[in-house]
């Protein structure tokens, strides 16, 4: 499990990005409970993830509406597969309107540099 933690910063808000092996929903499951061990990641806001498995494509928005996806193209576009990419965010008090795509775009970003 590789996890990059406070890279993203904006009005209050916190992000940071995760990720590891990843081959279906029982995996995504298991990956998403061992980072939520972290009471930090337990008490994001969002743990917004996808994966492309060999059988579907997975991706959960965790109330982060339309995050999910922005995760999954960017693995499309990689051909990363059987790997899950978690992007976390701890929700600062101000709403960042669309920005909040392109923190997500930067932090699947750096997960992908730094793997």
């Given amino acids: 499990m590789l996890v990059l933690e406070n890279i993203i ?3 209050g808000s916190r992000y940071a990005v995760a990720g590891g092996p990843c081959s279906g929903a029982d995996e995504a499951a298991a990956f998403l ?3 939520k061990r972290r009471k930090k990641f337990a008490k994001a806001t969002h743990n917004t993830w996808a994966c ?3 059988d579907a494509p997975l991706k ?3 109330g982060e509406s339309g995050a999910g996806m922005v995760i999954l193209r960017m693995l499309e576009r ?3 597969r059987n790997e899950i990419v978690v992007v976390t965010r701890w929700y600062g008090g ?3 309107g ?3 795509f392109r923190h997500v775009q930067e932090a699947v970003r750096q997960y992908l ?3």
Wanted: hydrophobic share 20%; net charge negative; no cysteine.
């Fill in 9 to 11: 910063s904006d009005r």
């Fill in 98 to 100: 669309g920005d909040r």
């Fill in 33 to 35: 409970k061992e980072l």
């Fill in 113 to 115: 540099d730094a793997r």
């Fill in 60 to 62: 959960n928005d965790d």
């Fill in 78 to 80: 990689e051909d990363l």
């Fill in 94 to 96: 101000k709403h960042l």
């Fill in 52 to 54: 492309l498995t060999e």
